[in-house]
């Protein structure tokens, strides 16, 4: 059964940009520790800071794992009524249970799912097209940034411990992936959910037609045997 998906879309993009921005908060106050390490001299203001310091990464990566599982929960739910959708009103190349499967597989996961999110965006734009819905398109050029700078930081994650500007170079290339993802997830979810309400809309308008047609079937019956008492 077609089933509205703007909620779960919602709280998927909701709980990514807070993951972004935890993730980001962590890498600058870990930049900062860094940067200061050197001039490190054990005062107890320079231990207070680092107390400080400890406390505040310590709630951060806590924070960045409760915002990751709840994300993960959010986004496999959407993934799988995404495709379930499309499937009832078109097709799509992936069974709804076997690209969540795809997107968990650690390190490959991200890319397989590039393929999955791209089949999503094609098959719902042709299904827009020949229902005559107009909406803002997926950019292309996003979906082609979201993967490039994912496999680059892959790449330089396994490089990291060659030199430090590498590794750095994986946290630039992770974030804008990330962003890419999500300018293409925002966009997408309000092509789904308009789709959704169309095809809702076209099936309650159908269950109408069907129920006055029978009414007039019984109401014409119902004349006829009345005709044959006359």
Not at 45 to 71: C, D, H, K, Q, R
Not at 179 to 192: A, T
Not at 202 to 218: M, P
């Amino acid at each position: 059964m077609l089933e509205s998906n703007l909620v779960r879309g919602k709280r998927t993009l909701f709980f990514m940009r807070a993951f972004l921005l935890t993730a980001f908060l962590i890498a600058v106050l870990g930049g900062g520790a860094a940067m200061s390490a050197p001039n490190f001299s054990g005062t107890w203001a320079e231990l207070a800071s680092v107390t400080a310091f400890a406390v505040a990464s310590f709630i951060l990566l806590f924070l960045l794992f409760v915002f990751g599982l709840v994300l993960l929960v959010y986004w496999m739910a959407w993934l799988h009524r995404a495709e379930k959708n499309l499937r009832i009103i078109g097709s799509t190349e992936f069974l709804p249970a076997l690209a969540v499967i795809c997107t968990c597989i650690p390190f490959l996961g991200p890319l397989i799912h590039f393929f999955i999110f791209h089949d999503l965006v094609e098959q719902q734009h042709a299904l827009l097209e020949k229902n005559g819905i107009s909406s803002e398109k997926v950019s292309g050029k996003f979906q082609v940034l979201w993967i490039v700078a994912g496999i680059l930081s892959i790449v330089f994650t396994f490089l990291g411990e060659v030199s430090n500007v590498l590794s750095a170079g994986s946290y630039v290339f992770f974030l804008v992936a990330t962003l890419s993802y999500l300018r293409c997830f925002e966009v997408f979810i309000r092509q789904e959910d308009l789709l959704v309400r169309f095809c809702q809309d076209k099936q309650f308008q159908k269950k109408v037609d069907e129920a006055i047609r029978n009414r007039e079937i019984l109401k014409a019956a119902s004349q006829v045997e009345q005709a044959k008492f006359d």
